[in-house]
């Protein structure tokens, strides 16, 4: 990339910078999603719980994550009394969600197991 050095201050072009913006931890931009927590999450077309790990502009990411393809009756599910049908991902890999996607999210605990 191209510098240039003006009054010993190096710059490059702003348009051959890349835009990368990380929504930081729990300030007053975003004071809800708090890294470390466990949530569930209601997407346009999947539900998931998992531990967020990261916040970006455009994108979440969560770790210990399970899709919950049936929840059963939700006020029984959001209690952490009951749930249906769950398929956990392999231990130890981030999942990637499209913050466009995401309807609500709640802090809720996880669910590791096959069911």
Do not use: Q
């Not at 997407?43 to 929840?71: N, P, Q, R, S």
């Not at 969600?97 to 669910?111: P, Y």
Request: charged share 25%.
């Amino acid at each position: 990339m191209k510098k240039i050095t003006i009054e010993g201050v190096e710059y490059v072009e702003k348009s051959k910078v890349e835009k990368v913006r990380t929504v930081t931890n729990g300030t007053i931009d975003n004071p809800f999603m708090i890294i470390g927590n466990s949530y569930f999450i209601r997407t346009v077309t999947h539900y998931f719980t998992g531990v967020l790990i990261w916040v970006g502009e455009k994108e979440i990411a969560i770790t210990k994550a399970c899709w919950i393809a049936d929840t059963g009756r939700f006020n029984e599910f959001m209690k952490e009394k009951t749930f249906n049908e769950s398929e956990p991902y392999p231990e130890n890999l981030n999942v990637i969600i499209g913050r466009g996607s995401i309807i609500d999210m709640t802090e809720r605990g996880l669910i590791l197991e096959v069911k």
